[in-house]
Nanobody, 126 residues
Framework: QVQLVESGGGLVQTGVSLRLSCVLSGRASENYAMGWFRQAPGQEREFAAAISRIGGRTYYLDSVKGRFTISRDNAKNTVYLQMDSLKPEDTAVYYC???????????????????WGQGTQVAVSS
């Protein structure tokens, strides 16, 4: 049974940084492409970033490109989302997800992901 546990969220001011972490248990993380999604109050869940199984490829939502960096450490079964220059519109619950897909894929659709974490809240005040 694969489980994902996120951590690192919090309440911060505009312009500061946060790093989210997601630990995968139950199977080696290298078997999965990993993604981060987010859901703001009253809005649908949206894709934020994804990384391929070995980490060679990444893909970002346009509005976070240049500010967010996704990375992974398969030795620690962990994926990270470094979020810099945070804005109030980044406020959301952030979810980690795992997709059992081919080694080069970086899925951006929620339907491509097989496992989800419980989410961690990020709130950015102006």
């Amino acid at each position: 049974q694969v489980q994902l546990v996120e951590s690192g969220g919090g309440l911060v001011q505009t312009g500061v940084s946060l790093r989210l972490s997601c630990v995968l248990s139950g199977r080696a993380s290298e078997n999965y492409a990993m993604g981060w999604f987010r859901q703001a109050p009253g809005q649908e869940r949206e894709f934020a970033a994804a990384i391929s199984r070995i980490g060679g490829r990444t893909y970002y939502l346009d509005s976070v490109k240049g500010r967010f960096t996704i990375s992974r450490d398969n030795a620690k079964n962990t994926v990270y989302l470094q979020m810099d220059s945070l804005k109030p519109e980044d406020t959301a619950v952030y979810y980690c997800a795992a997709a059992a897909v081919g080694i080069l894929r970086v899925p951006a659709q929620a339907r491509d992901y097989d496992y989800w974490g419980q989410g961690t809240q990020v709130a950015v005040s102006s």
